[in-house]
């Protein structure tokens, strides 16, 4: 029972995250339709959109009406959820690594990086891109913590509510 709650409240903090994440697909469609690289990053964006939004469904329809799903959309939670997890491991890992850098280190990193820009304004110090990354990393740090522990109950709740996938 208190998992079932867990996952609930994991289910809705996702939503805002999909929101996010679904947004800056559509913003990077028309580069990526530009350049083809990009493409992936659609792909891994809309990805994380897809898997929450089809695991709100399966909590509102399975978990709390108790009421029969489609069979397709546990092949899309699975897909989509595999997919989600390999970009939450990456951005685990990327994020801790940010994270765990010693100041010398971290100030060298974004100078180095701030030096291949050559056309910024004078009013994005190092300082203030330090900080954004900092931002970014505890952001991406809680995100991805929230979407390997969502998919990891996930994948025991399609077991566990496998006769909610059944035909009539």
């Not at 350049?35 to 509102?60: D, M």
């Not at 304004?121 to 190092?126: E, G, L, N």
Request: aromatic share 14%.
């Amino acid at each position: 029972m208190k998992q079932v709650q867990i996952f609930k409240v994991l289910t809705y903090l996702l939503i805002p995250i999909a929101l996010l994440f679904g947004f800056m697909a559509i913003l990077v469609l028309p580069t990526a339709l530009a350049n083809p690289a990009l493409l992936i990053v659609v792909f891994i964006f809309s990805c994380i959109a897809i898997y929450s939004f089809s695991s709100l469904r399966f909590v509102t329809t399975a978990i709390n009406k108790a009421k029969n799903c489609n069979p397709s959309l546990k092949d899309w939670i699975k897909i989509n959820g595999y997919i989600s997890v390999g970009t939450a491991f990456m951005f685990l890992l990327n994020s801790i690594g940010i994270l765990m850098l010693r100041p010398i280190e971290f100030n060298d990193f974004v100078t180095k990086a701030m030096e291949t820009q050559s056309n910024l304004p004078a009013s994005i110090t190092p300082a203030f891109v330090g900080q954004m990354l900092k931002y970014t990393a505890v952001f991406m740090l809680i995100t991805s913590t929230i979407i390997l522990v969502h998919t990891r109950i996930q994948f025991v709740f399609l077991k566990a509510y496998s006769y909610v996938f059944e035909s009539e």
